[in-house]
């Protein structure tokens, strides 16, 4: 297919990246398959996680398809870029046209990313994980690959005001993107367990993120992007899904 749109925003994200003063530290793109469908199954932290993602498989040069709600794609201004992108939405009240052109993309070849916590962990650590990505890596019989970013969460998440304008201030924010090897799967392994192993793989990966993280808090006042867990002033994971709840959300 035509890639008219996908470059050229790859190319102003790269701009962005040096303008913010951003340090991206990405390991494990060596396991995004140089050809050939595969599911990338990230951890969600941020509304700007997807971009960043996509920095695992950059040294590739392959451009991953991500499935997004569809309002995004309702969008004025984002709606042409993500249709341009040949992202893929995701109606969930028409939740079977999404799986089936994500499907379709896979079989075809191509990369395509989800997150299946489905909505940002206002904890910072891994929320439940619907079985979406076990079922499509599964059904489409391609690598189903854990992600985890990190540091995403400073920049803009859930509850808390976008911080472009203090960030290239200060400069020098750390973003860190780990890819994990393909979590084994039987041909006709239940979607579960596949489901159960992907989570461990990647709590795994998020808790290397966290621990080799290079920047710490500059105060009592900058513990909010730290999970409860490790001492900082995040929801706990109870009670996030408490907030989830009172605002609508699924958990």
């Known amino acids: 297919m035509a890639e008219l749109v996908y470059p050229p925003v790859i190319l102003l994200a790269r701009a962005a990246f ?3 003063g951003l340090h991206n530290h990405v390991e494990g793109s060596a396991n995004v398959p140089i050809s050939g469908g595969a599911v990338l199954a990230c951890t969600h932290v941020s509304y700007l996680d997807f971009i960043f993602v996509g920095l695992g498989a950059y040294p ?4 991953v398809r991500f499935m997004a709600k569809k309002p995004v794609f309702d969008n004025k201004v984002a709606g042409p870029l993500m249709r341009g992108m040949h992202h893929i939405p995701v109606d969930r009240k028409a939740g079977a046209g999404a799986y089936d052109a994500a499907l379709a993309a896979l079989r075809a070849g191509e990369l395509v990313g989800m997150f299946p916590e489905a909505t940002i962990s206002r904890s910072f650590e891994v929320k439940d994980l619907k079985t ?3 079922r499509l890596a ?7 690959l854990p992600v985890t ?3 995403t969460q400073r920049l803009w998440t859930k509850g808390r005001p976008r911080q472009f304008h203090k960030q290239v201030v200060r400069r020098g924010l750390p973003i860190t993107v780990l890819v994990g090897p393909a979590v084994s799967m039987a041909p006709h392994e239940d979607a579960e367990t596949i489901t159960t192993r992907l989570s461990d793989r990647l709590r795994t990966l998020l808790t290397r993120a966290q621990r080799d993280y290079p920047d710490r808090p500059a105060g009592p006042d900058d513990t909010w992007w730290l999970p409860a867990a490790l001492g900082g002033s995040a929801p706990s994971p109870a009670q996030a899904t ?10």
Do not use: C, F, K, Q
Request: glycine letters at 14%; hydrophobic letters at 45%.
């Open 18 to 20: 040096r303008l913010l």
């Open 60 to 63: 590739t040069r392959r451009l």
């Open 132 to 134: 979406g990505a076990a």
């Open 138 to 144: 599964r059904d489409a019989g391609v690598p189903l």
């Open 149 to 151: 970013v990190w540091g």
């Open 242 to 251: 408490a907030l989830d709840r009172a605002e609508g959300e699924h958990s």
